[in-house]
Nanobody, 122 residues
Framework: QVQLVESGGGLVQAGGSLRLSCAASGRSVSRYYMGWFRQAPGKEREFVARISWSGGSTSYADSVKGRFTISSDSSKNTVYLQMNSLKSEDTGVYYC???????????????WGQGTQVTVSS
């Protein structure tokens, strides 16, 4: 079992920045890959970014490439999502997730956090 707790969401103006954090706990956390998803009002949840704990493997959705950066701190069991140049279409609930493979982390991860709201005002 893996427990995930997100923090750092809030209200920001378009063009601004936010950093989300995801604290992971549980058995063998280091064996999992970590990811971020988001869900905008009235839309399906979508993949945003994923990372290995070593930080050696990352990937991003095309919509956030060049603006968002995912990073990990294995000493703190925490994953971050630095979001810059935010747009109104980035508004949504952001979820942290953990999967047992790099592929599964972007498609159907078994573990989810409760989500944190990000609202970008235009």
């Amino acid at each position: 079992q893996v427990q995930l707790v997100e923090s750092g969401g809030g209200l920001v103006q378009a063009g601004g920045s936010l950093r989300l954090s995801c604290a992971a706990s549980g058995r063998s956390v280091s064996r999992y890959y970590m990811g971020w998803f988001r869900q905008a009002p009235g839309k399906e949840r979508e993949f945003v970014a994923r990372i290995s704990w070593s930080g050696g493997s990352t990937s991003y959705a095309d919509s956030v490439k060049g603006r968002f950066t995912i990073s990990s701190d294995s000493s703190k069991n925490t994953v971050y999502l630095q979001m810059n140049s935010l747009k109104s279409e980035d508004t949504g609930v952001y979820y942290c997730a953990a999967g047992q493979t790099f592929y599964a982390t972007a498609t159907n991860p078994p573990y989810w956090g409760q989500g944190t709201q990000v609202t970008v005002s235009s």
